[in-house]
């Protein structure tokens, strides 16, 4: 009866995301379980057996729950992607699908998003289930970086990035390749293996949802009412590789840089705590409710990180509304404001006096200030230049006082370059200023 009833609430949920109205299959049959010891009068009642039994009953449930959602996802839609952190929860939806054929057959394309700070272990441990399932994934990162090359990455960007701005950092390394990856897959359906588990921002999430991204495309969450130590116990039924870090103390992992094992002493955890737990050849050691306790599988994460307001850090923007609003163009395409090149910057600001905005296209601060910067072009009779600088760091650094984005110079008659210190980007307060050092 649990069963049907929650299929009912499943079915409510997927016309509740406009699904197709035909389905190509029939909803898994109810589990059967079995006749458990203690009914027998005759034999006494034995509470490992009958807890080992539950457990057992649980988990195919909310196998076949999982399975049918996939179907869903897979059968219904076109496009069908999957983004794979190799998570504890990812590993399972990706033996899921494989146990489905939807990996060998392409129905599930999986994602995986570098953000070129993942664990050392992270990338080959990709490859490995590659080869395990059968599959190849599709990998993007920051936008104009070639697929690993952190080289490249730090030369554009900036390898303290995420020290400089954590925001602009998950925008460049998360959010931006995020978004690009759904719109060059095509996708219609997104699978993702978020649980109600993993704490209250996600507390109320069901198996399928409205996504905000590209105007409403549908996401899955097949694993929307699994516990972390559902997960465990599905990758020990079945043997599914995991991460290798799971061994080594983590519950979860992202970045390596921001993420600690779980329990640490690590000056920068919130909750400092002695111990220990791991998960070793499909088995706990340790003290597993550090793990396991609600919410305690992210505690791990984004750790000494903070948002703007002061506040916590607990997602990246991935997940989260407005996600969808990434920045692909240039600034000041038309207007008055002069494109410089790195080739030609040094001259011609020298030759006149001038006003140069050193930029990056991708930064929330100049994409902020784009309007008022063209009126002040404007208004201005001197020059006003702009110089992408995100591309040419150490250009910028020598040449144009700059440590981060935007910076605005003066280039004065006597060919000093001459830097705006305020945050204050309205038409009247560059002016004033660019007037005051002429």
């Not at 599905?234 to 043997?239: L, V």
């Not at 140069?356 to 020059?383: D, I, N, R, T």
């Amino acid at each position: 009866i649990a069963f049907l009833i929650d299929t009912m609430k499943l079915i409510g949920l997927f016309a509740a995301v406009a699904l197709p109205t035909c389905v190509a299959f029939a909803p898994p049959p109810s589990f059967t379980p079995p006749s458990p010891s203690l009914l027998k009068s005759s034999t006494q009642f034995d509470q490992e057996t009958f807890i080992s039994e539950s457990k057992q009953m649980r988990l195919s449930h909310l196998e076949d729950q999982a399975m049918y959602a996939l179907k869903i996802s897979c059968e219904n839609y076109d496009n069908a992607v999957f983004p794979n952190a190799m998570i504890a929860g990812d590993v399972v939806i990706t033996h899921l699908l494989s146990r489905l054929g939807y990996l060998k057959d392409g129905k599930a394309k999986i994602m995986v998003v570098d953000t070129f700070h993942l664990f050392d272990d992270t990338m080959p441990f990709l490859r490995s289930i590659e080869k395990e399932y059968g599959f190849e994934a599709e990998i993007f990162c920051a936008e104009g970086v070639p697929v690993g090359d952190k080289g490249a990455f730090d030369k554009k960007y900036g390898k303290d990035l995420w020290k400089e701005d954590i925001e602009q950092y998950d925008k460049v390394c998360k959010v931006e390749p995020f978004q690009r990856g759904l719109k060059t897959l095509n996708t219609d359906c997104m699978i993702n293996g978020r649980t109600r588990w993993q704490g209250f921002e996600r507390a109320w999430i069901d198996q399928f949802e409205n996504a905000p991204i590209g105007g409403g495309l549908a996401k899955c969450n097949p694993l929307a009412y699994w516990t972390l130590e559902d997960c465990f116990d599905y990758i020990s039924k079945y043997k599914v590789p995991h991460h290798p870090c799971h061994a080594q103390g983590y519950p979860s992992h992202g970045d390596a840089k921001d993420t600690i094992p779980i329990p640490s002493m690590d000056p920068r955890n919130p909750d400092p705590q002695e111990g220990s737990c791991k998960f070793v050849d499909f088995k706990f050691e340790g003290d597993k409710k550090f793990w396991l306790d609600y919410a305690c599988e992210r505690k791990g994460r984004f750790v000494g990180l903070a948002n703007k307001d002061g506040s916590t850090k607990t997602e990246c923007g991935i997940h989260v509304e407005g996600a969808e609003k990434t920045f692909d163009r240039d600034l000041w395409e038309s207007g008055s404001v002069k494109e410089l090149s790195v080739g030609d910057a040094l001259e011609v600001t020298k030759s006149a006096p001038g006003v140069v905005v050193v930029y990056a296209p991708w930064c929330q601060f100049c994409q902020g200030m784009e309007s008022e910067y063209a009126k002040l072009a404007e208004e201005l009779s001197l020059p006003v230049y702009k110089l992408r600088g995100d591309e040419e760091r150490d250009f910028v650094q020598a040449n144009f006082n700059t440590q981060s984005f935007p910076t605005i110079n003066v280039v004065n008659k006597n060919g000093d370059v001459v830097k705006y210190e305020s945050e204050q980007r309205d038409v009247a307060s560059m002016k004033s200023f660019v007037e005051s050092n002429m």
